[in-house]
Protein backbone atom coordinates (compact mmCIF):
# COMPACT_ATOMS: atom_id res chain seq x y z
CA UNK A 1 0.00 0.00 0.00
CA UNK A 2 1.43 3.28 -1.03
CA UNK A 3 1.45 5.33 2.02
CA UNK A 4 2.90 8.72 3.44
CA UNK A 5 3.27 8.25 7.53
CA UNK A 6 3.87 11.43 9.67
CA UNK A 7 4.69 11.53 13.18
CA UNK A 8 4.00 12.78 15.70
CA UNK A 9 0.43 14.38 14.08
CA UNK A 10 -0.07 16.86 16.95
CA UNK A 11 2.51 19.08 18.63
CA UNK A 12 2.40 21.61 21.04
CA UNK A 13 5.79 23.10 22.04
CA UNK A 14 7.10 25.85 24.22
CA UNK A 15 9.64 28.64 22.24
CA UNK A 16 12.91 27.87 22.54
CA UNK A 17 12.56 23.96 22.31
CA UNK A 18 13.82 21.82 19.49
CA UNK A 19 10.85 19.86 17.52
CA UNK A 20 11.55 16.95 15.70
CA UNK A 21 8.93 16.17 12.74
CA UNK A 22 9.36 12.82 11.56
CA UNK A 23 8.50 11.37 8.08
CA UNK A 24 8.18 7.64 6.23
CA UNK A 25 7.27 6.42 3.23
CA UNK A 26 6.94 2.82 1.50
CA UNK A 27 7.00 3.34 -2.26
CA UNK A 28 10.90 3.44 -2.41
CA UNK A 29 10.53 7.31 -3.70
CA UNK A 30 13.71 9.20 -4.11
CA UNK A 31 12.58 12.34 -3.58
CA UNK A 32 10.81 14.05 -0.34
CA UNK A 33 9.58 17.06 0.21
CA UNK A 34 8.18 18.93 3.72
CA UNK A 35 6.07 22.06 3.15
CA UNK A 36 4.28 24.21 5.91
CA UNK A 37 0.50 24.62 5.13
CA UNK A 38 -0.90 28.77 6.51
CA UNK A 39 -3.92 30.53 5.18
CA UNK A 40 -3.74 32.32 2.47
CA UNK A 41 0.17 31.40 1.91
CA UNK A 42 -0.67 27.89 0.36
CA UNK A 43 1.66 25.08 0.73
CA UNK A 44 5.07 26.71 1.05
CA UNK A 45 8.50 24.35 0.10
CA UNK A 46 10.79 24.00 3.58
CA UNK A 47 13.54 21.45 1.96
CA UNK A 48 13.26 19.07 -0.67
CA UNK A 49 15.95 16.24 -0.80
CA UNK A 50 16.54 14.29 -3.93
CA UNK A 51 18.17 10.88 -2.00
CA UNK A 52 20.02 10.32 1.02
CA UNK A 53 21.93 13.04 2.18
CA UNK A 54 21.07 14.98 -1.15
CA UNK A 55 19.03 17.72 -0.02
CA UNK A 56 18.34 20.97 -1.06
CA UNK A 57 16.79 24.59 0.32
CA UNK A 58 13.59 25.72 -0.74
CA UNK A 59 11.36 28.50 -0.53
CA UNK A 60 10.86 29.27 3.09
CA UNK A 61 14.31 26.88 4.65
CA UNK A 62 15.12 29.57 7.35
CA UNK A 63 14.84 28.40 10.90
CA UNK A 64 14.28 25.01 9.89
CA UNK A 65 16.81 21.88 8.46
CA UNK A 66 16.39 18.18 7.63
CA UNK A 67 18.31 14.96 7.64
CA UNK A 68 17.53 12.13 5.29
CA UNK A 69 19.88 8.68 6.47
CA UNK A 70 17.63 6.30 4.72
CA UNK A 71 15.84 6.70 1.67
CA UNK A 72 12.25 5.95 3.22
CA UNK A 73 12.84 8.49 6.25
CA UNK A 74 12.96 12.24 6.06
CA UNK A 75 12.71 14.13 9.13
CA UNK A 76 12.35 17.96 9.65
CA UNK A 77 14.15 19.51 12.58
CA UNK A 78 13.55 23.11 14.20
CA UNK A 79 15.98 24.13 16.66
CA UNK A 80 14.49 26.66 18.92
CA UNK A 81 11.31 26.95 17.80
CA UNK A 82 9.72 30.44 17.66
CA UNK A 83 6.00 31.26 17.67
CA UNK A 84 5.83 32.28 13.93
CA UNK A 85 6.41 28.51 12.75
CA UNK A 86 2.96 27.28 14.37
CA UNK A 87 1.17 25.78 11.43
CA UNK A 88 0.61 22.03 9.75
CA UNK A 89 3.41 20.77 8.43
CA UNK A 90 3.21 18.23 5.50
CA UNK A 91 5.38 15.31 4.06
CA UNK A 92 5.71 14.54 0.67
CA UNK A 93 7.43 12.05 -1.52
CA UNK A 94 7.49 11.25 -5.30
CA UNK A 95 9.39 9.33 -7.89
CA UNK A 96 11.38 10.90 -10.96
CA UNK A 97 11.45 14.52 -11.78
CA UNK A 98 9.42 16.70 -13.82
CA UNK A 99 5.53 15.26 -14.22
CA UNK A 100 5.51 12.95 -11.76
CA UNK A 101 2.58 12.84 -8.58
CA UNK A 102 3.40 13.81 -5.00
CA UNK A 103 1.87 11.90 -2.52
CA UNK A 104 1.45 13.51 0.79
CA UNK A 105 1.39 12.60 4.68
CA UNK A 106 -1.94 13.50 6.88
CA UNK A 107 -0.05 16.39 8.46
CA UNK A 108 1.22 17.21 11.27
CA UNK A 109 -0.32 19.95 13.83
CA UNK A 110 2.63 21.66 15.18
CA UNK A 111 1.90 24.74 17.73
CA UNK A 112 4.39 26.95 19.72
CA UNK A 113 3.17 28.82 22.48
CA UNK B 1 11.40 32.37 -9.88
CA UNK B 2 8.78 30.40 -10.87
CA UNK B 3 5.35 31.25 -9.19
CA UNK B 4 1.73 30.18 -9.41
CA UNK B 5 -1.17 32.52 -8.94
CA UNK B 6 -4.50 31.81 -7.92
CA UNK B 7 -6.53 34.81 -7.80
CA UNK B 8 -9.61 33.63 -6.14
CA UNK B 9 -9.10 32.30 -2.47
CA UNK B 10 -12.52 31.82 -1.59
CA UNK B 11 -14.90 30.71 -4.21
CA UNK B 12 -19.11 29.88 -3.12
CA UNK B 13 -21.31 28.58 -5.56
CA UNK B 14 -24.97 26.75 -5.36
CA UNK B 15 -25.10 23.27 -6.56
CA UNK B 16 -25.86 22.09 -10.08
CA UNK B 17 -23.98 25.18 -11.46
CA UNK B 18 -20.32 25.58 -13.04
CA UNK B 19 -17.19 25.42 -11.75
CA UNK B 20 -13.95 27.61 -12.64
CA UNK B 21 -11.29 28.06 -10.71
CA UNK B 22 -8.14 30.53 -12.23
CA UNK B 23 -4.64 29.58 -12.14
CA UNK B 24 -2.03 31.52 -14.05
CA UNK B 25 1.90 30.74 -13.53
CA UNK B 26 5.35 32.02 -14.11
CA UNK B 27 8.17 29.82 -14.86
CA UNK B 28 11.52 30.20 -17.25
CA UNK B 29 10.89 26.48 -18.25
CA UNK B 30 7.99 24.65 -19.95
CA UNK B 31 6.94 23.49 -16.85
CA UNK B 32 4.33 20.50 -16.33
CA UNK B 33 0.66 21.77 -14.36
CA UNK B 34 -1.14 20.23 -11.64
CA UNK B 35 -3.98 20.47 -9.95
CA UNK B 36 -4.04 19.34 -6.59
CA UNK B 37 -7.50 19.00 -3.48
CA UNK B 38 -7.43 18.96 -0.08
CA UNK B 39 -10.29 17.78 1.52
CA UNK B 40 -11.23 19.02 5.16
CA UNK B 41 -8.82 17.27 7.55
CA UNK B 42 -6.92 15.06 4.77
CA UNK B 43 -4.03 15.55 3.12
CA UNK B 44 -3.79 16.78 -0.60
CA UNK B 45 -4.22 14.58 -3.08
CA UNK B 46 -3.80 15.16 -7.12
CA UNK B 47 -6.82 16.14 -9.05
CA UNK B 48 -5.62 16.02 -12.52
CA UNK B 49 -2.48 16.89 -14.05
CA UNK B 50 -1.20 18.02 -17.86
CA UNK B 51 -0.01 16.25 -20.54
CA UNK B 52 2.95 17.22 -22.74
CA UNK B 53 0.88 17.32 -26.12
CA UNK B 54 -2.28 19.07 -26.44
CA UNK B 55 -4.72 16.13 -24.64
CA UNK B 56 -6.73 18.19 -21.63
CA UNK B 57 -7.14 15.88 -18.28
CA UNK B 58 -10.17 15.11 -16.87
CA UNK B 59 -10.72 13.31 -13.65
CA UNK B 60 -13.96 13.24 -11.43
CA UNK B 61 -15.63 15.77 -13.93
CA UNK B 62 -13.34 18.00 -13.68
CA UNK B 63 -11.01 19.44 -16.30
CA UNK B 64 -7.99 21.55 -17.19
CA UNK B 65 -6.49 22.64 -20.31
CA UNK B 66 -2.64 24.39 -20.05
CA UNK B 67 -2.20 27.56 -22.47
CA UNK B 68 1.04 28.69 -23.16
CA UNK B 69 0.23 31.29 -24.52
CA UNK B 70 -1.72 32.79 -21.75
CA UNK B 71 0.58 30.94 -18.88
CA UNK B 72 -2.39 29.53 -17.59
CA UNK B 73 -4.09 26.21 -16.22
CA UNK B 74 -7.65 26.81 -15.29
CA UNK B 75 -9.87 24.38 -13.65
CA UNK B 76 -13.18 23.64 -14.98
CA UNK B 77 -16.67 21.25 -14.06
CA UNK B 78 -19.71 21.87 -15.81
CA UNK B 79 -21.74 20.90 -12.36
CA UNK B 80 -20.83 21.09 -9.11
CA UNK B 81 -21.31 18.89 -6.58
CA UNK B 82 -21.75 19.33 -2.60
CA UNK B 83 -18.67 16.58 -2.16
CA UNK B 84 -16.72 19.20 -4.64
CA UNK B 85 -16.73 21.86 -1.24
CA UNK B 86 -12.50 21.64 -0.99
CA UNK B 87 -9.41 23.62 -1.13
CA UNK B 88 -7.80 23.66 -4.55
CA UNK B 89 -4.05 24.29 -4.98
CA UNK B 90 -2.84 24.80 -8.66
CA UNK B 91 1.27 23.85 -8.57
CA UNK B 92 3.45 23.59 -11.43
CA UNK B 93 6.91 21.45 -11.44
CA UNK B 94 10.03 23.19 -12.87
CA UNK B 95 13.81 22.86 -12.40
CA UNK B 96 16.23 24.33 -10.21
CA UNK B 97 19.72 23.88 -9.86
CA UNK B 98 19.50 20.64 -8.09
CA UNK B 99 16.62 19.14 -9.48
CA UNK B 100 12.60 19.03 -10.13
CA UNK B 101 10.50 20.96 -7.82
CA UNK B 102 6.76 21.45 -7.02
CA UNK B 103 5.70 25.11 -6.39
CA UNK B 104 2.14 25.72 -5.16
CA UNK B 105 -0.20 28.85 -5.59
CA UNK B 106 -2.16 29.97 -2.60
CA UNK B 107 -4.93 27.88 -2.82
CA UNK B 108 -8.59 28.23 -3.56
CA UNK B 109 -11.58 27.27 -1.15
CA UNK B 110 -14.38 25.79 -2.67
CA UNK B 111 -17.89 25.98 -0.64
CA UNK B 112 -20.59 24.34 -2.65
CA UNK B 113 -24.30 25.01 -0.82
CA UNK B 114 -27.13 23.41 -1.62
Known amino acids: DMKVTQMPRYLIKRMGENVLLECGQD?????MYWYRQDPGLGLQLIYISYDVDSNSEGDIPKGYRVSRKKREHFSLILDSAKTNQTSVYFC????????????FGEGSRLIVV | GDSVTQTEGLVTLTEGLPVMLNCTYQ??????LFWYVQHLNEAPKLLLKSFTDNKRPEHQGFHATLHKSSSSFHLQKSSAQLSDSALYYC?????????????FGGGTRLTVRP
Open chain 1, 27 to 31: MSHET
Open chain 2, 91 to 103: ALSSFNNAGAKLT
Open chain 1, 92 to 103: ASSSGTTGNTLY
Open chain 2, 27 to 32: STYSPF
